[in-house]
């Protein structure tokens, strides 16, 4: 038995208005149109659009989830219909018609008055369809087609499993980010590029256009609403923009400056912000990460951004706020998005509040031998970093497919979220599932995005790439010994309370029980004491707490699921984050 917890903001929802946010931050147009509310959903064994839909599902909330109004789990052999009918009053002459869809799990289809438009394969990346040529004036229809496989197959599910229970969630289906339509004209762009080149004092700016025809661009940066530079150039050539006196941004002062682009009749509206993430050595010669040139110490949180309402999708702007200030309130300065991408204005608020991230590729993969990738390690210490990751069967990636998928999806997720300053860290693997060749992810990696730092394999499973020797240790004492790579602790801690009325069943997941918050603040002030603060001299340059908040069986949250009780003394964490910061600086 579970019990059916809500947020403040799912009981509060407007069904009218839900998510009416601009969902790219970096790409915004004034000509929007938001297709999130009610559509009609069927679930039926045939792909074939149904005659008949079973009732209203509420998007973009997942069939599985309470505020989709369907609670119901879609099964691998179904399929999912979507339907909705939208009017026009004029088609726009000269203009085309973008539909967007910022996620949908796992496969789709999409059909605009019952003629096929174009399919999707991937559950977590945005994508899009030009469908002027299929609308008309009037009442038109959309279709969308899903089916989802789910953790019964190799694709990239990330932590959902039919089969819940432990580490792992209530698999859902469906569209679970923002859907919405836009005018452009038949020449507009199609992508950006921003790339702060902090020691030139410059930003380097791309624009791509759907043609790849070198269109005339014209670019305008403000800095606190006021003009301070601007350029013409052509697009799909990356031109340097001299940026004077600039402002760094830091978590400390997440400083942004304001973009417009001008292409033709198309305009658009982004930002970017003037920092630098890279590896240096500090006074006694040890490996640290470095921010704007200077030695800075990680100091973060694990986060799977799930919600008990709406499960993968938070059900307003606010609820994605919350969590990030709240830690940032408490003292820390970094969240890893663990195995899930969120939608992106999570990003664009870590830029804006100023949280470092380091951002997961959601794993794949079928079925993990868990004694082998989690259980082995865990016992003999670390045992992976001398366990090769060729030996695709052992990892449960013996189907080339889903090999190739991975690198697609990779390159998917860092071209998406290149542009956002905040991301500190790309993370290709997590503990070995669906672990292999990360040697070469690292080096593709590299290749596609050089300005960010690489945990090659966080936990165990080393290869000896990226950027940093990466622990994961729930069990021991912590012993840092310096190493010719970053040391970073990238998980730790799991120290479970389960708050009555507040937790989602019975069950308790984690790696330490506590029966009350002044226990488990106790048991968090000794774990920093002990394992933390001493190995800072060491070398020890980025921690990562496991977690945010509670995820159905695991309770080892610093808030509850439902985001109501925060389990930690705020003064205790905010001292003990202060007596991190100074330990780091009386080191470098």
């Not at 606190?224 to 601007?230: A, L, Q």
């Not at 009780?565 to 470098?588: G, H, M, P, S």
């Amino acid at each position: 038995m579970f019990n059916q917890l809500h947020t403040r903001w799912g009981t509060s929802l407007d069904e009218n208005v839900v998510l009416p946010e601009y969902p790219r931050p970096h790409m915004v147009r004034e000509n929007y149109r938001n297709l999130n509310g009610y559509w009609e959903y069927a679930i039926s064994k045939s792909s074939e659009i149904p005659r008949e839909f079973d009732g209203r599902i509420l998007v973009p909330f997942s069939p599985e989830s309470t505020l989709s109004g369907v609670n119901r789990i879609v099964q691998p052999d179904e399929y999912l219909h979507y339907r909705l009918q939208f009017h026009l009053t004029e088609k726009e002459a000269g203009q085309r018609l973008l539909l967007h869809f910022g996620a949908v799990d796992q496969m789709c289809s999409v059909f605009i008055n019952y003629v096929y438009v174009g399919s999707h394969s991937g559950g977590y990346l945005p994508f899009s369809f030009d469908i002027s040529k299929f609308v008309s004036d009037g009442s038109n229809d959309i279709n969308v087609v899903v089916n989802d496989y789910s953790d019964t197959s190799y694709h990239a599910r990330g932590k959902q499993k039919l089969n819940r229970g432990g580490m792992f969630y209530q698999a859902q289906s469906g569209m679970w980010k923002s859907v919405w339509t836009e005018w452009v004209p038949q020449n507009y762009i199609s992508d950006i590029k921003l790339l702060p080149s902090y020691d030139e004092g410059k930003v380097e700016i791309t624009v791509m256009d759907n043609r790849s025809e070198n269109i005339p661009v014209h670019i305008e940066i403000m800095k606190d609403g006021m003009h301070i530079g601007s350029a013409g150039f052509l697009s799909n050539q990356r031109t340097g923009i001299d940026i004077p006196d600039y402002i760094s941004w830091t978590p400390e002062s997440p400083h942004l400056y304001d973009v417009i682009i001008t292409m033709g009749e198309d305009r658009i509206t982004s930002y970017f912000a003037m920092r630098k993430y890279s590896v240096g050595r500090d006074s006694r010669g040890l490996p640290r990460f470095m921010l704007n040139n200077k030695p800075y110490f990680h100091n973060g949180l694990l986060d799977q951004g799930y919600w008990p309402d709406g499960l993968m999708t938070a059900p307003e702007d606010a609820a994605l706020i919350y969590d990030i200030q709240t830690m940032k309130d408490l003292g820390y300065n970094m969240i890893r998005k663990h195995i899930k991408i969120e939608p992106e204005r999570w990003y664009y608020h870590c830029d804006k509040l100023g949280m470092l991230v380091w951002q997961d590729m959601i794993n794949g993969g079928r079925e993990y031998h868990m004694n082998f990738v989690c259980a082995l390690p865990n016992k003999i210490m670390w045992t992976g970093h001398f366990i090769k990751d060729h030996m695709y069967r052992a990892f449960a990636r013996q189907d080339k497919q889903g090999r190739e998928d991975y690198y697609i999806e990779l390159k998917g997720m860092i071209d998406c979220l290149y542009n956002f300053p905040s991301i500190a860290a790309w993370v290709p693997f997590n503990e070995g599932w669906g672990q292999f060749d990360a040697g070469e992810a690292s080096r593709r990696v590299r290749k596609w995005d050089p300005s960010r730092l690489i945990d090659e394999a966080s936990g165990w499973f080393d290869q000896f790439g990226g950027d940093m020797f990466s622990i994961h240790n729930y069990w021991r004492p912590l012993k840092i010994k310096p190493k010719r790579r970053v040391v970073a602790l990238t998980e730790y801690g799991g120290y479970s309370c389960r708050m009555a009325g507040h937790s989602f069943c019975e069950e308790i997941y984690g790696y330490r029980d506590y029966k009350n918050s002044k226990d488990l603040t106790a048991g968090y002030k000794g774990l920093i004491e002990r394992d933390i603060l001493p190995n800072i001299k060491n070398g020890l340059s980025a921690v990562i707490y496991t977690q945010v908040s509670d995820v159905e069986e695991e309770v080892n949250g610093i808030l509850t699921y439902d985001r109501e009780c925060l389990k930690l003394d705020v003064d205790t964490v905010k001292e003990l984050n202060r007596r991190i910061y100074q330990e780091f600086d009386a080191c470098i």
